[in-house]
T-cell receptor, first 115, second 112 residues
Framework: ETGVTQTPRHLVMGMTNKKSLKCEQHLGHNAMYWYKQSAKKPLELMFVYSLEERVENNSVPSRFSPECPNSSHLFLHLHTLQPEDSALYLC??????????????FGEGSRLTVL | AQSVTQPDIHITVSEGASLELRCNYSYGATPYLFWYVQSPGQGLQLLLKYFSGDTLVQGIKGFEAEFKRSQSSFNLRKPSVHWSDAAEYFCAANTGFQKLVFGTGTRLLVSP
């Protein structure tokens, strides 16, 4: 496999469920990102990990909990979500965090529906 | 505040016609500029980027963009659109060690 892979592609959950989104990158990058994409809104950066350390938390509610066990894997644990959390969640990676590159490599996203 | 504006939410272009998608930025200094494309059901893919130098940048899939400092713009162009170009296009900017800021996107529809 190459690139950035996200699973599952689609997820439906109730507000009391606990689920996780998974992202894996095969590019040897050191930085990984979670973005939220909602209709008619700009992409919202949620979290950034650089060398497995969280370097950015963009005021995301605690019902979203990221985990980065190594530089190739990133998880987003979901708990007690609200219907307004329904969105496409995109994972991305880049060679480094910061610096003069904005080249992000995106996965295909996980479409989340909260009932 | 730093921002990226894409004034057109939707654009419809006939197949074979030329295309221009607008992007304006508001930054204190000239940022690094990018265009990404998102096909239906897919993630975002980088089309091209501008860091410095030649203000006309060539990208993949026949796209190009021109940086105009005087207009704070970085418009995306393609001389002849194909049906497969139908997608959503995002302009983005950053200033190196700052996070990438995306515009709200322009959805391109291609008519036969």
């Amino acid at each position: 496999e190459t690139g950035v892979t996200q699973t599952p592609r689609h997820l439906v959950m109730g507000m009391t469920n606990k689920k996780s989104l998974k992202c894996e990158q095969h590019l040897g990058h050191n930085a990984m990102y979670w973005y939220k994409q909602s209709a008619k809104k700009p992409l919202e950066l949620m979290f950034v990990y650089s060398l497995e350390e969280r370097v950015e938390n963009n005021s995301v509610p605690s019902r979203f909990s990221p985990e980065c066990p190594n530089s190739s894997h990133l998880f987003l644990h979901l708990h007690t979500l609200q219907p307004e959390d329904s969105a496409l969640y995109l994972c991305a990676s880049s060679q480094v965090w910061g610096g003069n590159t904005g080249e992000l490599f995106f996965g295909e996203g996980s479409r989340l529906t909260v009932l | 505040a730093q921002s990226v504006t894409q004034p057109d939410i939707h654009i419809t272009v006939s197949e074979g016609a030329s295309l221009e998608l607008r992007c304006n930025y508001s930054y204190g200094a000239t940022p690094y500029l990018f265009w990404y494309v998102q096909s239906p059901g897919q993630g975002l893919q980088l089309l091209l980027k501008y860091f410095s130098g030649d203000t006309l940048v060539q990208g993949i899939k026949g796209f190009e963009a021109e940086f105009k400092r005087s207009q704070s713009s970085f418009n995306l162009r393609k001389p002849s659109v194909h049906w497969s170009d139908a997608a959503e296009y995002f302009c983005a900017a950053n200033t190196g060690f700052q996070k990438l800021v995306f515009g709200t996107g322009t959805r391109l529809l291609v008519s036969p």
